[in-house]
């Protein structure tokens, strides 16, 4: 085990029908670090997550949070385990009709028992925190894509989570806008003191944004460690994968020594 791994996924094997997805997944997330997971579309990234945040039991192997293995766990004290997770996905699912101060005290109208002025106070302190004060009585409708991801950061963060799971987040966005979420991830991990784990198949926001970088293929982790380390990677199929990726990485790749 890692010296500070907050999340701990051990030989975790998961099939679904006769396709097995996850083949023995090793994998530690450094706390307080941002950890992107990179790999094809359909390697088994969201399976992953999944398993990390309980949603997914393995067929073999363990997840552990904070040592403590969440797989094993009956639906009370896995509940009370996943108060410790954010999640963002790539569509930020706010409800339309509610406004952004409803959209971001749900998670502590469902959760807590606490009064409406704290509640209140909670979202306006987020909001000014993601620099968004004074937009609690907007509808998502009237905000641009870039609000609306932090507005969902914003609820995402609303029960002070010590993970964060970005599945996704620049998926469908154009260059800038993508630059404006890794710009967020990157603040959030700051402001809220945060780990982080994205999703990404975007190698230049992952290059970007990392502390730490896994790829997966073919149901294990084959490659991890800093972005250095990951262009230096002599894995044939890390190789392949920056190889497509955009010219950036290419260049980067010939800074690592290996062109
Ligand atoms: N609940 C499920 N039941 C059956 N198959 C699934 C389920 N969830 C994911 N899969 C399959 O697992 C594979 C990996 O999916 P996923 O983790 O979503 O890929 P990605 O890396 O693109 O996020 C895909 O082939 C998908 O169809
Ligand atoms: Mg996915």
Avoid: W
């Avoid at 997770?85 to 005290?105: K, P």
């Amino acid at each position: 085990m890692a010296t500070d791994a907050i999340v701990e996924v051990v030989g975790v094997r998961k099939r679904f029908g006769e396709k097995e997805i996850l083949k023995g997944v090793d994998l530690d997330v450094p706390r307080g670090r941002i950890t992107t997971i990179i790999g094809g579309s359909g390697s088994g990234k969201s399976v992953l997550v999944k398993h990390i945040i309980g949603l997914l039991k393995p067929d073999e192997g363990e997840v552990r949070f904070e040592g403590q293995d969440i797989c094993r766990l009956g639906a009370r004290a896995l509940a009370s385990v996943r108060r410790n997770f954010g999640m963002l996905f790539q569509h930020s699912a706010l409800f339309d009709s509610m406004t952004v101060e409803d959209n971001i005290a749900f998670p502590l109208v469902e959760h807590t028992s606490l009064s409406g002025r704290k509640i209140r106070d909670i979202v306006r302190e987020k909001l000014e925190v993601l620099g968004m004060a004074g937009i609690e009585r907007q509808f998502p409708s009237e905000l641009s894509g870039g609000m609306r991801k932090r507005v969902g950061l914003a609820r995402a963060i609303v029960l002070s989570p010590k993970v964060i799971i970005y599945d996704e987040p620049t998926t469908g966005l154009d260059p800038i806008m993508t630059q404006n979420v890794d710009q967020m991830i990157k603040e959030a991990e700051k402001k809220f003191n945060v780990t982080s784990v994205v999703i990404s198949h975007d190698m230049a926001s992952t290059f970007r944004i990392s502390d730490h970088i896994a790829v997966i293929h073919e149901g294990r982790i084959v490659e991890h460690g800093s972005g250095d380390e990951i262009l230096r990677s002599s894995n044939d199929y890390v190789r392949r994968f920056l190889a497509a990726a955009s010219s950036p990485h290419r260049a980067g790749l010939a800074a690592g020594g290996d062109a």
